[in-house]
């Protein structure tokens, strides 16, 4: 009888101890600090080329203060805000040039590159400098990039971000469509061209968004918040060719970005 009081009562004793030890344990992990750090990669979609207010230190990456990245870090206050994100940026520009910041530290990450890679400028010169048939057939080559060789350039993006930055969410960003199909455009592109070019930013989005998901990433899809502001819809949110300053063609405006990117943006992150 002794020896089993004695018994119970070590037993009793040692799940004191143990369960002391671990409050203990988890009370030092909740005090330890929380990854709060914003870090913001990219293409001139995220650096904001088009929606003008460019930071002088950035250079010929034209990063914006109307930007999403910085209308999300002005509104939101995260412990720090590393704006990387580069005009003319492609997947191998990222890994190589942007991604210094991220740590430990990271909570949070947006990303949008794959345009550039699968030849987004020469698709939109081709199409509006060359003929219909010369359009259609360059496209299909960028379709024909995205399937082959862009999963894996992304990938290794993704990789090296999980890889650098553990415990932050990575947001990725699609591009939008740009043209509104039987719209007020009455020159320019034909209505096939227009259309092509609109599925051919479905077919990025869609091999991007299983990239990312894929990786455990969130994908914010524009399309939806561009709908209705594409060029040719009459309040648009793109630029059309602007030959004044060719390098803003094609990309969103301060208000694409502040009404067609930041709520796709804030809601995923």
Not at 66 to 86: D, K, M, V
Not at 147 to 152: E, R
Not at 157 to 179: D, E, H
Not at 211 to 238: K, Q
Request: with cysteine.
């Amino acid at each position: 009888m002794r020896l089993s009081r004695t018994t119970a009562y070590l037993s009793s004793l040692l799940l004191s101890i143990a369960f002391t030890l671990t409050g203990a344990a988890e009370a030092q992990a909740d005090q330890s600090p929380k990854a709060t750090g914003y870090v913001a990669l990219g293409d001139s979609y995220s650096s904001g080329v088009g929606a003008g207010a460019y930071d002088s230190g950035s250079g010929s990456c034209k990063r914006s203060t109307r930007a999403y990245p910085a209308l999300w870090a002005a509104a939101h206050s995260p412990s720090s805000f590393n704006f990387t994100a580069c005009a003319g940026a492609r997947t191998g520009d990222v890994v190589a040039n942007q991604l210094g910041p991220l740590g430990s530290g990271t909570g949070l990450v947006s990303v949008s590159v794959g345009g550039n890679d699968a030849g987004f400028s020469d698709v939109m010169t081709t199409c509006v400098l060359q003929s219909e048939s010369s359009c259609l057939s360059r496209i299909a080559q960028a379709r024909s990039y995205v399937d082959s060789t862009l999963p894996g350039n992304l990938d290794k993006v993704y990789s090296a971000i999980k890889t650098k930055a553990p415990s932050a969410r990575v947001v990725v960003l699609g591009y939008p469509r740009f043209y509104k199909l039987g719209g007020s455009c009455t020159a320019g592109l034909s209505e096939r061209e227009r259309s092509a070019i609109n599925d051919a930013a479905d077919y990025l989005n869609t091999a991007t968004a299983k990239r990312a998901a894929d990786h455990g990433f969130a994908f914010g899809d524009v399309t939806r918040t561009f709908s209705g502001h594409e060029i040719c819809s009459g309040s648009a949110w793109l630029h059309s060719v602007n030959w004044l300053n060719i390098g803003e063609s094609y990309h969103p405006t301060a208000a694409g970005q502040s009404g067609g990117y930041l709520p796709v943006f804030t809601s995923a992150a």
